[in-house]
């Protein structure tokens, strides 16, 4: 009898090893460290900001090509273009709802809490609150004119994302429209959204400078004394962002898709690190993008809903707009009423939606808002200026927060979200690639065959 031969299993494909987590272990060091330089050292502190500003320009350098790759691919790979529109649809109406809902919540916080009680205005903080209006906010009509950009090239090069958005949906839409003549663009596309998303994974190994930079410089220049005079109000403004966040989204998110905020949370915790040490929602943007179509998000869905909320979703700039009105109001003493304070924050609803992409938005849009509707509050402005980059962060974390669980909604309304493969990436199945940022495996572009014509047999 012949000996038997051993059968070995064949061997497991080796696990390509994550080394990004050392990345962010790196970035929570800088924090802290930038945070310390910052109150041992504030003079030296502040002239760090360019790190930080220069690593925030690199993402940004990164977010038009991203969004309009995206956008092509998804609109150009469904076969109907009444689907999109319903996507945009029940997004820009969402938008509008949760904004109302932030301003309401802020509105009764503010109420309640009167921060501004007792304060004392000087002519320097006069002088600063007037310094702050911008002229780069725009009314509603210009600001729909500005989306439109001067040429083809101009809305990558312009900074705009709105501008970007409108150019990559009519390149979208044109490419549905070709059918198979237009598949080889769309290959090419892909293949750009492949190496953009490969430089993006390499600029993001600059973080912990940019981190240490940024978190640096506000700490030198605000310092502990501002954080002490404005506990009050930054505190109220932190518990209202907490609660709105794990609250109110929390609840709709368990209700309309079944899932837990925490895990969802959990599942973006990189982006929000990154967003903590960098005072900017943008510096996420491209990675919300690409973690939620590895989610089970179609690429419609977050093409749309994404970009369009960094615009129009701002939940966190709305709460920061009505508590500090509020207090602002308190400290000049001259409280509002209930009757006086709705308009006025209707108005900065609007507003806001006009400095869309200006930089520090927050402030700017309040201080323009109230040169327009309230002009004898801009006074009071300057009372918020030292501590406006802490409360930037906490603006930031709740907007990325609020277009995170919104892409989620409208996936789960318009039933563009795959649910299986959304609990396996949640559960820890299906984990994120932070090589390439995006899941090299899934096929993107859908192969449209091409038409027939009845009759013709080919000889």
């Not at 962010?24 to 030296?44: C, F, R, S």
């Not at 790759?69 to 469904?78: E, F, K």
């Not at 789960?412 to 949640?426: G, Q």
Request: a neutral charge; aromatic letters at 6%; hydrophobic letters at 55%.
């Amino acid at each position: 009898m012949a000996a038997s031969t051993p059968v070995t299993a064949p061997a497991a494909p080796r696990v390509k090893r994550d080394r990004t987590h050392y990345l962010y272990i790196a970035v929570i060091a800088a924090v802290v460290l930038g945070i310390a330089v910052g109150l041992i050292w504030p003079d030296a502190a502040v002239q760090l900001k360019p790190l930080g500003t220069g690593f925030v320009n690199l993402i940004k350098m990164m977010i038009s090509p991203i969004i309009f790759c995206t956008i092509v691919l998804g609109i150009g790979s469904v076969r109907k273009a009444a689907k999109v529109g319903a996507v945009g649809g029940i997004a820009l109406g969402y938008f509008l709802v949760m904004s109302l809902v932030a301003l309401a919540i802020g509105l009764v916080v503010g109420n309640v809490l009167h921060p501004g009680d007792g304060l004392h205005l000087t002519n320097a903080l006069k002088a600063t609150g007037h310094a702050q209006v911008s002229s780069d906010a725009l009314p509603p009509v210009d600001f729909v004119l500005s989306i439109i950009p001067t040429s083809f090239v101009s809305a990558f090069t312009g900074g705009q994302v709105l501008q970007t958005l409108l150019v990559a949906l009519l390149a979208g839409f044109a490419l549905q429209a070709m059918g198979s003549v237009g598949q080889p663009v769309l290959r090419g596309i892909e293949h750009i959204q492949r190496l953009v998303f490969r430089i993006l994974s390499m600029v993001m190994w600059a973080a912990p400078v940019g981190a240490f930079g940024a978190i640096a410089a506000v700490t030198g220049s605000a310092g502990l004394d501002a954080l002490k005079s404005l506990a009050v109000l930054m505190l109220g403004f932190y518990v209202t962002c907490v609660l709105f966040v794990f609250v109110v989204l929390g609840a709709i998110l368990r209700v309309v898709a079944g899932l837990n905020v925490f895990s969802l949370f959990k599942y973006l915790a990189r982006e929000f690190l990154l967003i903590l040490s960098t005072s900017s929602s943008e510096s996420a943007l491209p990675r919300l993008i690409a973690k939620m179509e590895h989610l089970g998000v179609s690429k419609p869905v977050v093409g749309i809903t994404v970009p369009t909320g960094y615009s129009f979703n701002l939940d966190g700039t709305m709460i920061y707009m009505t508590m500090a009105s509020l207090y602002i109001a308190d400290a000049l003493g001259t409280p509002m009423s209930v009757g006086e304070q709705i308009p006025l924050l209707l108005f900065l609803l609007l507003a806001s939606k006009g400095a869309a992409g200006v930089s520090g938005a927050g402030l700017a849009t309040l201080a323009g808002g109230l040169q327009s509707h309230k002009p004898a509050l801009v006074d009071g402005v300057g009372l918020i200026v030292g501590i406006d980059r802490f409360m930037s962060e906490a603006r930031a974390l709740t907007n990325f927060a609020g277009n995170a669980v919104a892409t989620v909604l409208v996936g789960t309304w318009t039933k563009e979200i795959d649910k299986e493969r959304v609990r396996r990436v949640l559960s820890g199945e299906l984990p994120f690639d932070e090589t390439t940022l995006m899941d090299e495996g899934r096929e993107t572009v859908a192969e449209v065959p091409e038409p027939r014509e009845e009759g013709l047999v080919k000889a």
